[in-house]
Structure formats: structure tokens, C-alpha cells
């Protein structure tokens, strides 16, 4: 079993900067996708950010230039380093773990940004 654990969503004015951590435990495959996506209300769920083991990244083009994926590999956790934030980005973010053709997902935090 793969378990994911988010943490640091919140409220924030537009401007301002939230990071959020995604650990991952259980059993984990060493070579793996982890990344973000979000989900605001009446919307679909959407990528945010990805990242593979080996340090390539993907980014929707919403958040290009603002966000920033990185990992740490040893811990089997995710960042996702949020700046310039917008009303926009309100959404539940959620984590995914892409591994032997199986997604795992966290529960998702809730960023609220404020204008």
C-alpha cells in the first residue's frame, strides 16, 4: 500500500507565495512520477506540475514562471514552491504518485487566494 500526505495549503493574498509537501510511504517503486494537480470548485481536476525521479519536470502553462516542482528522492517527497499566486490558482491541490502503471493520490489541500 502507497500512502500520500499533503501538506501546506492555506489562505493567501493575491501576491503572496504558499509551499506545499506531498510524503509518500509505503511501497514505493524507485523510479516513479510524482507531481501536483488541483481541482477548483465546477471544474475538472488538472496537472499543476510533474516531476520523474530523474529530475524532469512538466508544468501547465497557467503556472509557468510561478511554480516550481522539486523532490526529494531519498524521502519520497514532493515541493511544489508556489510564488505570484493569483485568485485563479484557488483550487484542492492534490498529489499523485505515478508508479508500475498504478496512481496513488493524497486526500488534497485546500489554497485559497484572496484578491
Known amino acids: 500500500q502507497v500512502q500520500l500526505v499533503e501538506s501546506g495549503g492555506g489562505l493567501v493574498q493575491a501576491g503572496g507565495s504558499l509551499r506545499l509537501s506531498c510524503a509518500a510511504s509505503g511501497s514505493i517503486f524507485s523510479i516513479n512520477i510524482m507531481g501536483w494537480y488541483r481541482q477548483a470548485p465546477g471544474k475538472q481536476r488538472e496537472l499543476v506540475a510533474g516531476?520523474?525521479?530523474?529530475?524532469?519536470?512538466n508544468y501547465a502553462d497557467s503556472v509557468k514562471g510561478r511554480f516550481t516542482i522539486s523532490r526529494d528522492n531519498a524521502k519520497n517527497t514532493v515541493y511544489l514552491q508556489m510564488n505570484s499566486l493569483k485568485p485563479e490558482d484557488t483550487a484542492v491541490y492534490y498529489c499523485k504518485l505515478q508508479t508500475l502503471g498504478r496512481d496513488y493520490w493524497g486526500q488534497g489541500t485546500q489554497v485559497t487566494v484572496s484578491s
Open positions: 516531476m520523474t525521479t530523474g529530475g524532469n519536470t
